[in-house]
């Protein structure tokens, strides 16, 4: 049938929907099962449900049934999609399975499923990028793989504050600064929801070191708390808007995460009206009645405590109905708000070369020039006749970061062991991305010779007869480890000072997930931070060294020089009782359930993370939080401020320099002394590209959320009256603009 062209294609859905809506057979349906009219809001449509449901069913809701990508197949999850978390449906109410994967730079249990993910940088270089608009484009990248393969709930969204930069899960997290990391991750899940899946914040909350993740007691005061971790998780569920949060493993001031009221209930679901659900960590349950009433909705991956213990409880009347119904409900509303019932999903084939395209953009944007002398780089390749490429495997691949956001890239790990077939947990993966095939491309009249490095001395004699040495090193993380120190290994370090004694034109490349202390800094010409730089990570690099590309990214998270500046020297480990050694794991699960002795962390430095504590302790840095380099130069003027409900601050940004770029400028301010704060804190940014000689007016609109302090007597955030003096530069540490307004 042909309709006239004036008929869209909106217009046509409505029609039919219209016409099917009235049919006899929908009529029937809808009287059996009100809760499919999408006229309605999601809690009436929860709420229908539940009027149907049976004790069991409800039950089945809030917990999990195992974790089907690692054990065998049971009945519960035999129709799982076998990712790391599976609730089966309930075909009787409509109601359908719920398959979760872990999906922090990418969808992770895929080569177990026969199916590969694109792996896209780590997320901590993305936060690099300061780009809201690429957080969004990684997020929609992972849901719509998610539902490519089948799943629909992400297990991602990872937005825990680098208090502890060498904690080994800092490359899944977005930095060091609540509100960097608080916007970027909310861009994130927004993109992420546009694919009609559950979407998920974690880890809910100072999960800030990985030693000791079970036991660890985490002691901060509140405003301290409500000011830094807590920040970032806020702006994350109040603007992104994520169907579930993800309680963590460790105690936050002498209670679990997961059985904690003050931040389930009294934070996250009446402070910030968090209206889906909290899923617990995997085995970070550790009680029925108290951990139902403190708030959390949903077991994973067992049913140790909200299977047939809560049933029981609730049969007896200890845990009353209506607390059931409160979780069910939250379930429930998000499987509806999320659309993952009114969209249900359907395998489809997913465009690797798009995919890829899009992880190598968001790389290129994210990589960071740390150092340039006498402007090395770009490479010019008709001046440079041969180029040594050093280390780091740098001939085959890029390292990646493990743990549970492991993500089996296409082609697999470019070293794997003989005879695995996939990636395996806690064993490093190399995306197969080859800096030295990428170099080699871009300079096809220069002769390239790979050295592997491991002989200092080998390297140094290839670099010297070389015009120019690519030095890579890397540093590999994974979830349960931290990091000993902030240095690389000791081979590395003496690999890069041997190869830039050896040849002044040395550019090291960095790949790592965290901060680095770098005893060479002076040694080498140039240095880039290329972090885990995702599957196509080598062109993108190439793209950057060779000009193709004009770097553009920021640190988000300060380069110390030594472990000694930290807040604390080490990392705290914990007694050997609170260790979740084998012996831990072999025990049987209500045995695990009971927990570790806690041990604890006082977070002392409270809300001087980062930079915040740099600048409070007036201690020098190698590099600063929001520094990064760039082929061109901005110069920054005519900084206008005014007052309002939004604070608006105005500025005239130029391309001083040759070429196309882009600048982040960022706006800082240092609040009224009666604030007792750190000398200053990021406010917001503004990421502009401009032609050479270009300039544009750059307006930034400051929350005043931003500019505030919690005022923990009042319960809410509150901006003292006083003068703010607003700093505006390209970095944290370098402020050509400064100006004061006095706000009330
Ligand atoms: C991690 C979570 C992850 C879960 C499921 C846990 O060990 O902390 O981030 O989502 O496992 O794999």
Same mark, same amino acid.
């Given at each position: 049938?042909?309709?006239?062209?004036?008929?869209?294609?909106?217009?046509?859905?409505?029609?039919?929907?219209?016409?099917?809506?009235?049919?006899?057979?929908?009529?029937?349906?809808?009287?059996?099962?009100?809760?499919?009219?999408?006229?309605?809001?999601?809690?009436?449509?929860?709420?229908?449900?539940?009027?149907?449901?049976?004790?069991?069913?409800?039950?089945?809701?809030?917990?999990?049934?195992?974790?089907?990508?690692?054990?065998?197949?049971?009945?519960?999850?035999?129709?799982?999609?076998?990712?790391?978390?599976?609730?089966?449906?309930?075909?009787?109410?409509?109601?359908?399975?719920?398959?979760?994967?872990?999906?922090?730079?990418?969808?992770?249990?895929?080569?177990?499923?026969?199916?590969?993910?694109?792996?896209?940088?780590?997320?901590?270089?993305?936060?690099?990028?300061?780009?809201?608009?690429?957080?969004?484009?990684?997020?929609?990248?992972?849901?719509?793989?998610?539902?490519?393969?089948?799943?629909?709930?992400?297990?991602?969204?990872?937005?825990?504050?680098?208090?502890?930069?060498?904690?080994?899960?800092?490359?899944?997290?977005?930095?060091?600064?609540?509100?960097?990391?608080?916007?970027?991750?909310?861009?994130?899940?927004?993109?992420?929801?546009?694919?009609?899946?559950?979407?998920?914040?974690?880890?809910?909350?100072?999960?800030?070191?990985?030693?000791?993740?079970?036991?660890?007691?985490?002691?901060?005061?509140?405003?301290?708390?409500?000011?830094?971790?807590?920040?970032?998780?806020?702006?994350?569920?109040?603007?992104?808007?994520?169907?579930?949060?993800?309680?963590?493993?460790?105690?936050?001031?002498?209670?679990?995460?997961?059985?904690?009221?003050?931040?389930?209930?009294?934070?996250?679901?009446?402070?910030?009206?968090?209206?889906?659900?909290?899923?617990?960590?995997?085995?970070?349950?550790?009680?029925?009645?108290?951990?139902?009433?403190?708030?959390?909705?949903?077991?994973?991956?067992?049913?140790?405590?909200?299977?047939?213990?809560?049933?029981?409880?609730?049969?007896?009347?200890?845990?009353?109905?209506?607390?059931?119904?409160?979780?069910?409900?939250?379930?429930?509303?998000?499987?509806?708000?999320?659309?993952?019932?009114?969209?249900?999903?359907?395998?489809?084939?997913?465009?690797?070369?798009?995919?890829?395209?899009?992880?190598?953009?968001?790389?290129?944007?994210?990589?960071?020039?740390?150092?340039?002398?006498?402007?090395?780089?770009?490479?010019?390749?008709?001046?440079?006749?041969?180029?040594?490429?050093?280390?780091?495997?740098?001939?085959?691949?890029?390292?990646?970061?493990?743990?549970?956001?492991?993500?089996?890239?296409?082609?697999?790990?470019?070293?794997?062991?003989?005879?695995?077939?996939?990636?395996?947990?806690?064993?490093?993966?190399?995306?197969?991305?080859?800096?030295?095939?990428?170099?080699?491309?871009?300079?096809?009249?220069?002769?390239?010779?790979?050295?592997?490095?491991?002989?200092?001395?080998?390297?140094?004699?290839?670099?010297?007869?070389?015009?120019?040495?690519?030095?890579?090193?890397?540093?590999?993380?994974?979830?349960?480890?931290?990091?000993?120190?902030?240095?690389?290994?000791?081979?590395?370090?003496?690999?890069?000072?041997?190869?830039?004694?050896?040849?002044?034109?040395?550019?090291?490349?960095?790949?790592?997930?965290?901060?680095?202390?770098?005893?060479?800094?002076?040694?080498? =010409?140039? /240095?880039? $931070?290329?972090?885990? *730089?995702?599957?196509?990570? &080598? !062109?993108?690099?190439?793209?950057? @060294?060779? #000009?193709?590309?004009?770097?553009?990214?920021?640190?988000?998270?300060?380069?110390?020089?030594?472990?000694?500046?930290?807040?604390?020297?080490?990392?705290?480990?914990?007694?050997?009782?609170?260790?979740?050694?084998?012996?831990?794991?072999?025990?049987?699960?209500?045995?695990?359930?009971?927990?570790?002795?806690?041990?604890?962390?006082?977070?002392?430095?409270?809300?001087?993370?980062?930079?915040?504590?740099?600048?409070?302790?007036?201690?020098?840095?190698?590099?600063?939080?929001?520094?990064?380099?760039?082929?061109?130069?901005?110069?920054?003027?005519?900084?206008?401020?005014?007052?309002?409900?939004?604070?608006?601050?105005?500025?005239?940004?130029?391309?001083?320099?040759?070429?196309?770029? =882009?600048? /982040?400028? $960022?706006?800082?301010? *240092?609040?009224?002394?009666? &604030? !007792?704060?750190?000398?200053?804190? @990021?406010? #917001?940014?503004?990421?502009?590209?401009?032609?050479?000689?270009?300039?544009?007016?750059?307006?930034?609109?400051?929350?005043?959320?931003?500019?505030?302090?919690?005022?923990?007597?009042?319960?809410?955030?509150?901006?003292?009256?006083?003068?703010?003096?607003?700093?505006?530069?390209?970095?944290?540490?370098?402020?050509?603009?400064?100006?004061?307004?006095?706000?009330?």
């Amino acid at each position: 049938m042909k309709y006239p062209a004036r008929f869209g294609a909106a217009m046509l859905a409505t029609i039919f929907a219209l016409a099917a809506a009235g049919s006899p057979a929908n009529a029937q349906k809808r009287a059996e099962r009100p809760w499919i009219n999408t006229g309605l809001g999601p809690d009436a449509r929860a709420d229908l449900v539940i009027e149907a449901m049976t004790l069991n069913e409800k039950i089945q809701l809030i917990h999990g049934t195992g974790i089907p990508c690692d054990e065998p197949v049971t009945p519960e999850n035999a129709n799982s999609n076998r990712g790391v978390g599976y609730i089966p449906g309930i075909p009787r109410l409509g109601i359908p399975a719920i398959n979760m994967a872990d999906s922090a730079y990418g969808v992770r249990p895929s080569a177990v499923n026969g199916r590969y993910s694109t792996a896209l940088p780590a997320n901590l270089a993305t936060a690099a990028s300061w780009d809201l608009h690429a957080a969004y484009e990684y997020g929609a990248l992972i849901g719509r793989e998610l539902r490519a393969q089948g799943y629909n709930m992400s297990l991602g969204g990872g937005v825990n504050i680098a208090r502890e930069p060498r904690n080994g899960r800092t490359f899944e997290y977005l930095g060091e600064d609540p509100i960097l990391a608080g916007k970027m991750v909310a861009s994130l899940i927004q993109g992420t929801r546009s694919a009609d899946v559950i979407t998920d914040i974690k880890h809910f909350a100072f999960n800030d070191q990985e030693s000791g993740r079970m036991a660890v007691d985490a002691h901060i005061d509140e405003r301290s708390a409500r000011e830094s971790d807590l920040l970032a998780f806020e702006i994350g569920v109040t603007e992104g808007e994520p169907d579930a949060v993800m309680c963590s493993y460790n105690r936050v001031n002498g209670n679990y995460a997961c059985e904690n009221d003050f931040l389930l209930n009294q934070v996250l679901k009446k402070d910030w009206k968090f209206q889906g659900f909290v899923v617990s960590d995997w085995n970070a349950t550790h009680s029925t009645e108290k951990a139902s009433k403190a708030g959390l909705d949903m077991e994973q991956p067992y049913d140790v405590f909200y299977g047939d213990r809560y049933k029981k409880a609730v049969e007896s009347g200890k845990i009353p109905v209506a607390e059931l119904d409160a979780h069910v409900h939250r379930v429930l509303r998000s499987l509806f708000d999320s659309g993952v019932i009114d969209h249900p999903h359907e395998r489809v084939e997913i465009d690797p070369f798009s995919d890829l395209e899009i992880a190598r953009k968001i790389e290129e944007s994210s990589i960071v020039l740390l150092k340039n002398d006498e402007q090395i780089l770009p490479l010019a390749p008709e001046r440079w006749k041969s180029i040594a490429v050093i280390g780091a495997h740098s001939d085959v691949g890029m390292i990646s970061g493990g743990g549970s956001a492991q993500v089996d890239p296409p082609g697999g790990n470019a070293i794997m062991p003989p005879g695995q077939r996939h990636t395996k947990w806690m064993k490093p993966v190399w995306f197969p991305t080859s800096p030295l095939r990428a170099i080699a491309a871009r300079a096809p009249g220069a002769e390239v010779k790979y050295d592997a490095g491991t002989d200092p001395a080998a390297a140094a004699a290839l670099a010297k007869s070389s015009d120019v040495a690519i030095v890579f090193a890397y540093k590999w993380s994974t979830e349960t480890v931290d990091h000993y120190s902030l240095a690389l290994s000791e081979d590395q370090n003496k690999l890069i000072a041997a190869v830039a004694a050896a040849n002044p034109h040395t550019i090291v490349v960095l790949e790592t997930g965290n901060a680095v202390s770098m005893p060479w800094v002076k040694a080498p =010409a140039a /240095i880039v $931070e290329a972090w885990y *730089a995702g599957s196509d990570g &080598a !062109n993108a690099l190439a793209n950057v @060294l060779f #000009g193709a590309i004009n770097p553009s990214g920021k640190l988000p998270i300060t380069f110390p020089i030594s472990d000694e500046d930290l807040p604390r020297k080490t990392v705290k480990q914990p007694p050997v009782e609170s260790q979740d050694t084998p012996a831990f794991w072999n025990l049987p699960k209500s045995e695990r359930g009971k927990g570790l002795p806690p041990f604890d962390e006082n977070y002392s430095e409270g809300v001087k993370v980062g930079y915040k504590w740099f600048d409070a302790e007036n201690r020098p840095v190698l590099f600063p939080f929001g520094y990064g380099l760039s082929y061109t130069t901005f110069g920054y003027s005519d900084l206008k401020v005014s007052g309002g409900d939004m604070v608006t601050v105005s500025f005239t940004l130029t391309n001083t320099g040759q070429r196309l770029g =882009a600048e /982040i400028a $960022e706006v800082y301010a *240092a609040l009224p002394a009666a &604030a !007792n704060e750190p000398p200053k804190r @990021l406010v #917001g940014w503004s990421k502009v590209t401009l032609a050479p000689g270009e300039k544009k007016t750059v307006t930034v609109e400051v929350d005043r959320k931003f500019l505030s302090i919690f005022d923990v007597g009042k319960n809410a955030w509150s901006l003292l009256p006083g003068d703010y003096t607003l700093l505006v530069g390209g970095s944290s540490r370098d402020f050509p603009l400064k100006t004061k307004i006095n706000l009330k």
